[in-house]
């Protein structure tokens, strides 16, 4: 493969260094000392504190959605926002088996079951095809949701995920769910920074989940953001996220099965820098797609480019090999030369708690899971 080596090198060249290479570092350029030694001085480090009210306006005002709740993790994040959904025990939940695993496990943490369907080769993202034909064969509709033929269950969400901040094809699937009442709830942890027609991912849908995991392409430590342009459901986000507490000067009663999912303050301090940060970031990163499309298109490697009408953050890039052995190839010789490369994700099916879950064809699903390979995507230091 010819291109192994002036891509080894370039690497090498942007990142400025000899050593390995990873796929996904965090940079703190920004205020993120600042910040958090402020929340020392002050002594609010915990569940509490003014830079938790200013990450969520920041949220906010990047997404533009009506509100944004700051919690713990973009797991817990996705949990909460299928249960204000609507998901109850023993419901099912549309999504893709593409996917890392916290979309699936969101689901059964909510005592439902996931529905695998496959993805489009474009978006690598749920495919408004797959859910229109499965819901056309399997979908019932009756006065209280629909319901799936083969279980006789209830298919209460539809949960597509945008797949490394490449976003789905969000009209055709929003037409398809809302014609049979299911909600979408939007796994957006990939993708803040991508905007679908314009408006930011996250927002299209009933509600949104972000992570500021370590590896995302800002971070708070450990975090995450659950938003919603339904500003009654913002609210009751909050309020269960924070132990479903009657607001009282000193009583502490709860009125319902509440989670201390709160992100704390010192969390909150890094997240509210990073955000700062996030334009920059962007730039930076589109940038850097731009120098790798150039290096890989002489090749049989396709670099996976943004689609019409979209605007990707290009959180992590990728690539797409011929087949399985181009791959293996591939992931060797970089891996090898201290260059992280990743395949993606195997599909939800093959592990052992999701191995028994309704599922289509997978076709594309299978395509991809067998030639998409990450990148280093970092910004430079
Ligand atoms: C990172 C990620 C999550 C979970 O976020 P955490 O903050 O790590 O809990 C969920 N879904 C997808 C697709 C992710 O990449």
């Known amino acids: 493969m010819q291109v192994l080596k002036p891509f080894i090198e370039f690497t090498r060249e942007y990142y400025m260094t000899k050593d390995f290479i990873p796929l996904h570092e965090p ?31 920041q949220m906010q005002n990047i997404t533009k959605a009506q509100k944004a709740v700051a919690v713990v993790n973009g797991t817990a ?32 943490y909510n005592n439902a079951t996931p529905i695998f369907l496959d993805v489009d080769l474009d978006t690598m993202g749920l495919s408004p095809k797959a859910v229109g034909q499965f819901l056309e064969e399997y979908g019932e509709l009756r006065d209280d949701g629909c319901y799936n033929k083969t279980t006789g269950n209830r298919i209460a969400a539809c949960l597509p995920m945008h797949t490394f ?18 909600p979408v709830v939007e796994d957006a942890a990939e993708s803040l920074g991508s905007y679908y027609k314009g408006q930011h991912t996250g927002t ?54 509440g989670y201390n999912y709160r992100m704390p303050n010192l969390n909150a301090a890094l997240a509210c820098a990073q955000l700062e940060m996030l334009e920059q970031y962007l730039e930076e990163k589109r940038d850097l797609a731009e120098k790798y499309k150039q290096l890989f298109s002489p090749e049989k490697v396709k670099f996976r480019d943004e689609l019409e009408n979209t605007k990707a953050n290009y959180w992590l890039m990728a690539v797409e090999l011929e087949n399985k052995k181009e791959r293996n190839l591939f992931l060797e010789h ?24 309704q599922r289509d064809t997978q076709k594309n699903a299978e395509f991809l899971e067998e030639r998409i390979v990450n990148i280093p995507s970092s910004v430079s230091k």
């Not at 205020?31 to 990450?55: C, H, M, P, Q």
């Not at 996705?78 to 969101?106: H, P, S, Y």
């Not at 392409?217 to 269960?240: F, H, R, W």
């Open 334 to 357: 970089t891996n090898k030369a201290g260059v992280m490369t990743r395949p993606i994700w195997q599909l939800m099916y093959r592990l052992p708690m999701y191995k028994d879950c």
């Open 204 to 257: 299209l849908g009933l509600m949104g989940a972000f992570s500021f995991n370590g590896n995302k392409i800002v971070t708070s430590g450990g975090g995450g953001a659950i938003v919603s342009n339904n500003e009654n459901l913002g609210d009751k986000a909050k309020y269960l996220t924070t132990t479903a507490k009657k607001p009282h000067p000193y009583e502490f009663y709860h009125d319902e099965l």
């Open 77 to 108: 994040a996705l949990q909460v926002a299928l249960r204000l959904a609507g998901v109850q025990k023993g419901d099912e939940v549309i999504t893709q088996a593409l996917t890392f695993v916290a979309t699936a496990n969101a689901i059964a």
């Open 27 to 57: 940079r703190f350029r920004g205020n993120e000392k600042t910040y958090l030694l402020d929340t020392i001085d002050s002594t609010f480090v915990s569940s509490v504190g003014a830079y938790v009210d200013r990450f969520e306006e």
């Open 165 to 182: 901040g490449f976003p789905v094809h969000l009209d055709e699937l929003l037409t398809i769910c809302n014609k049979r009442n299911i």
